[in-house]
């Protein structure tokens, strides 16, 4: 086994041990609705947005016509709700639409929705299907670039190198793995190098210099 291999088998099990997984699957289209309405807002005010949402409409033909200000006010915790709200309006129509009223759970599909990156795409393949594939959002990309996983400048590029990297065994729990370690050790600024258990495996604990 590589050296490298050694590595992310390490840091799987030690966060495995460390986190409470949920594990869940959902409901293909909340999973890609509410990921939508993640975008550039807390998870507080997602989780907000989409109870008041799926409360009122819960199909994407029922969204699909659903009066647009209604969605805004709906919406509007989770912030750039005009934008959401309009893109939510046409990602549903095309659902029912085009879809016969069921998410694709093809990437190539997937990504044809508008508004919908690769972080969204593999959101719904993982937490709304239960299929391989590995969500890189910022804490994602921060941590595999922190653990000297990928050396890389953006999200999208970290994704294809984590994709080379790391077994296909492990990508289903990478992403929530990641998120929840970034979220409560590993923090954008100031994190938490005294309580973290990574310490072997990071390259900036030493320089205390973190990107
Ligand atoms: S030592 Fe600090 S920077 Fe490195 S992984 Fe742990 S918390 Fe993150």
């Given at each position: 086994?590589?050296?490298?291999?050694?590595?992310?088998?390490?840091?799987?099990?030690?966060?495995?041990?460390?986190?409470?997984?949920?594990?869940?699957?959902?409901?293909?289209f909340v999973?890609l609705i509410s990921t939508i309405l993640?975008?550039?807002?807390?998870?507080?005010?997602?989780?907000?947005?989409a109870?008041?949402l799926?409360?009122?409409?819960?199909?994407?033909?029922?969204l699909?016509?659903?009066?647009?200000?209604?969605?805004?006010?709906?919406?509007?915790?989770?912030?750039?709700?005009?934008?959401?709200?309009?893109?939510i309006?046409?990602?549903?129509?095309?659902?029912?639409?085009?879809?016969?009223?069921?998410?694709?759970?093809?990437?190539?599909?997937?990504?044809?929705?508008?508004?919908?990156?690769?972080?969204?795409?593999?959101?719904?393949?993982?937490?709304?299907?239960?299929?391989?594939?590995?969500?890189?959002?910022?804490?994602?990309?921060?941590?595999?670039?922190?653990?000297?996983?990928?050396?890389?400048?953006?999200?999208?590029?970290?994704?294809?190198?984590?994709?080379?990297?790391?077994?296909?065994?492990?990508?289903?729990?990478?992403?929530?793995?990641?998120?929840?370690?970034?979220?409560?050790?590993?923090?954008?600024?100031?994190?938490?190098?005294?309580?973290?258990?990574?310490?072997?495996?990071?390259?900036?604990?030493?320089?205390?210099?973190?990107?």
């Amino acid at each position: 086994m590589t050296e490298k291999m050694q590595k992310i088998k390490r840091i799987v099990s030690v966060l495995k041990g460390k986190t409470a997984l949920a594990r869940y699957k959902s409901n293909p289209f909340v999973v890609l609705i509410s990921t939508i309405l993640s975008q550039r807002t807390k998870d507080e005010n997602t989780i907000r947005a989409a109870n008041q949402l799926f409360a009122e409409y819960k199909t994407p033909s029922e969204l699909a016509g659903a009066p647009l200000k209604k969605v805004q006010r709906l919406i509007k915790p989770s912030g750039f709700y005009i934008t959401k709200a309009r893109r939510i309006k046409e990602v549903s129509k095309i659902i029912a639409e085009k879809y016969s009223g069921r998410v694709p759970s093809e990437i190539d599909e997937l990504l044809k929705l508008p508004g919908v990156g690769r972080k969204t795409a593999n959101c719904v393949l993982v937490y709304g299907f239960g299929k391989d594939a590995i969500p890189v959002d910022v804490h994602v990309h921060r941590i595999s670039n922190r653990l000297g996983l990928v050396a890389t400048k953006t999200p999208e590029q970290t994704e294809e190198a984590l994709r080379k990297t790391i077994p296909q065994k492990f990508w289903l729990d990478i992403n929530e793995l990641f998120v929840k370690f970034g979220r409560n050790v590993c923090k954008p600024v100031k994190p938490k190098c005294e309580e973290c258990f990574l310490t072997e495996d990071c390259k900036f604990k030493s320089a205390q210099k973190f990107p």
